[in-house]
Every structure is written in structure tokens, then in C-alpha cells.
Nanobody, 122 residues
Framework: QVQFVESGGGLVQPGGSTRLSCVASGNTFIIRNAGWYRQAPGKQRELVAVSTSAGTTNYADSVKGRFTISRDNAKNTLYLQMNNLKPEDTGVYFC????????????????WGQGTQVTVSS
């Protein structure tokens, strides 16, 4: 059973930056895809960024050019650098293994962590 612990969220002004971290139990990120998801208030969880086992990265159009996903396999940690934040980026952010690289509303392969809240507001 894989468990995730997300951290790094908070209140950020529009145009600001923040970095999220996700620590996973076990070492499954080494050979598997890993993704960041966002759940905006009143909406379903959606996949926004993926780091593949092949070393590539993929992004939803809504975050492309502003967010950067990366991983440290030695630390079993996934990161999300978020720049030029917009109010519509507000939500709870989760990490998980996506069953496929299909952006939008998406499931995860393992139980969800508690997530970390990001609020973009002046």
C-alpha cells in the first residue's frame, strides 16, 4: 500500500510562486508515472501534471508554461513548482499515480493523501 503526504501549499498572491512536495512510501516512483492533481472548490479532481517513468513531463493546457513537475527518486519525492499563479489555480493539490496520461478529471491508482491547499488571492 502506497501512502502520500503532500505539503507546501498556502496563501499566494496572483502572479506569485510556490512549491509543493509529495513524499511517497516505498520507491514506486522510480519505475512508475507520477502526477499532480488539483481539486478546485465544488469541482472534481483533475490531473494537471505528469512525470513519466521515461523521464518526460506532460501538462494540462491550463498550467503549461507556468508549472514544472519534477521528482527525486532517492527521496521518493515529487515536486510541483508553480509560477505566475492565477486565482483559478486555487484548490487542494494531491499526488498519485495516474492510470493513464489523460488530463482532466482523472482517478489515481492508490489511496489519496490529505492534499495541500493552495489559495491564490490578493
Amino acid at each position: 500500500q502506497v501512502q502520500f503526504v503532500e505539503s507546501g501549499g498556502g496563501l499566494v498572491q496572483p502572479g506569485g510562486s510556490t512549491r509543493l512536495s509529495c513524499v511517497a512510501s516505498g520507491n514506486t516512483f522510480i519505475i512508475r508515472n507520477a502526477g499532480w492533481y488539483r481539486q478546485a472548490p465544488g469541482k472534481q479532481r483533475e490531473l494537471v501534471a505528469v512525470s513519466t517513468s521515461a523521464g518526460t513531463t506532460n501538462y494540462a493546457d491550463s498550467v503549461k508554461g507556468r508549472f514544472t513537475i519534477s521528482r527525486d527518486n532517492a527521496k521518493n519525492t515529487l515536486y510541483l513548482q508553480m509560477n505566475n499563479l492565477k486565482p483559478e489555480d486555487t484548490g487542494v493539490y494531491f499526488c498519485n499515480r495516474p492510470p493513464s496520461i489523460t488530463f482532466g478529471i482523472a482517478a489515481g491508482s492508490w489511496p489519496w493523501g490529505q492534499g495541500t491547499q493552495v489559495t491564490v488571492s490578493s
